[in-house]
């Protein structure tokens, strides 16, 4: 038997040596987990930081639109309550989310709510007429329709960038009691003028209901003539004239008049 060359051995021991260590460092960067996680690093944080001013951009609203929806306002027949659509800081859509309901308030509703969404619109603000035989849903729906467009601000009163003189103010002045009932005047004032007034309360009930209806309008058309509470009273309903002119003087405090 022929013996192995001890030269041989070792020649053949460090080759298999040197093909070991280069077939370790050939497959070394392909399962190298460090080195795969740092490829793949790079393309992951450029695609976050692409997608949040995307993300920024679909949540952006143009100023001066959106949705606000008032206080609810109590009523003898239940709460009123207004929601309003705005875009471009101007009333595209009014509605009434609550209003009395059941006997005739229904018939009511159903006459009223409609008129008061459209002058709503129309109007820009919370100055407009109440509707007939509707008073109380009509003074609910105002003052539901003031507190939506004070949430909204003044951008949205409707008359936003046009020019011209400031914008008309409404104020009301304290409840001035009278033996037959309570009066309340409300005002509209611009440029330091009374525009409009109105009673939202006047004495009502058998008697004085006539009373109310024959002296509350001359009582209006007065004070915007005059400008001041120092008007005359309306004969056969003198408790009404002072009362209301009470009301109007207090009304006019508050404006500065």
Same mark, same amino acid.
Request: net charge positive.
């Given at each position: 038997?022929?013996?192995?060359?001890?030269?041989?051995?070792?020649?053949?021991?460090?080759?298999?040596?040197?093909?070991?260590?280069?077939? @370790?460092? $050939?497959?070394?960067?392909?399962?190298? =987990? %460090?080195?795969?996680?740092? /490829? *793949?690093? #790079?393309?992951? &944080?450029? +695609?976050?930081?692409?997608?949040?001013?995307?993300?920024?951009?679909?949540?952006?609203?143009?100023?001066?639109?959106?949705?606000?929806?008032?206080?609810?306002?109590?009523?003898?027949?239940?709460?009123?309550?207004?929601?309003?659509?705005?875009?471009?800081?101007?009333?595209?859509?009014?509605?009434?989310?609550?209003?009395?309901?059941?006997?005739?308030?229904?018939?009511?509703?159903?006459?009223?709510?409609?008129?008061?969404?459209?002058?709503?619109?129309?109007?820009?603000?919370?100055?407009?007429?109440?509707?007939?035989?509707?008073?109380?849903?009509?003074?609910?729906?105002?003052?539901? @329709?003031? $507190?939506?467009?004070?949430?909204?601000? =003044? %951008?949205?009163?409707?008359? /936003? *960038?046009? #020019?011209?003189? &400031?914008? +008309?103010?409404?104020?009301?002045?304290?409840?001035?009691?009278?033996?037959?009932?309570?009066?309340?005047?409300?005002?509209?004032?611009?440029?330091?003028?009374?525009?409009?007034?109105?009673?939202?309360?006047?004495?009502?009930?058998?008697?004085?209901?006539?009373?109310?209806?024959?002296?509350?309008?001359?009582?209006?058309?007065?004070?915007?003539?005059?400008?001041?509470?120092?008007?005359?009273?309306?004969?056969?309903?003198?408790?009404?004239?002072?009362?209301?002119?009470?009301?109007?003087?207090?009304?006019?405090?508050?404006?500065?008049?």
């Amino acid at each position: 038997m022929r013996k192995s060359h001890p030269v041989r051995r070792v020649v053949l021991a460090t080759a298999a040596t040197v093909s070991g260590v280069v077939l @370790l460092l $050939s497959l070394k960067p392909a399962s190298d =987990p %460090a080195a795969a996680s740092a /490829a *793949g690093a #790079a393309p992951q &944080a450029t +695609a976050a930081g692409q997608e949040s001013p995307q993300g920024g951009a679909r949540g952006a609203a143009p100023a001066g639109s959106g949705t606000v929806t008032g206080d609810a306002v109590r009523t003898q027949y239940g709460a009123v309550q207004v929601r309003l659509t705005v875009s471009g800081g101007k009333i595209t859509k009014a509605e009434a989310v609550q209003a009395p309901k059941g006997g005739l308030s229904d018939q009511k509703t159903q006459l009223a709510v409609p008129r008061l969404n459209q002058e709503a619109v129309a109007a820009g603000t919370a100055d407009i007429d109440a509707v007939s035989g509707a008073t109380y849903t009509s003074e609910g729906y105002k003052k539901s @329709l003031q $507190s939506a467009l004070d949430k909204i601000g =003044p %951008a949205s009163s409707g008359t /936003a *960038g046009t #020019a011209g003189p &400031a914008q +008309a103010r409404t104020v009301t002045g304290k409840a001035a009691q009278t033996p037959y009932g309570p009066v309340q005047v409300r005002i509209t004032v611009a440029d330091g003028k009374i525009t409009k007034a109105e009673a939202v309360q006047a004495p009502k009930g058998g008697l004085s209901d006539q009373k109310t209806q024959l002296a509350v309008p001359r009582l209006n058309q007065e004070a915007v003539a005059a400008g001041t509470a120092d008007i005359d009273a309306v004969s056969g309903a003198t408790y009404t004239s002072t009362g209301y002119r009470q009301s109007l003087q207090s009304a006019l405090d508050q404006a500065g008049g």
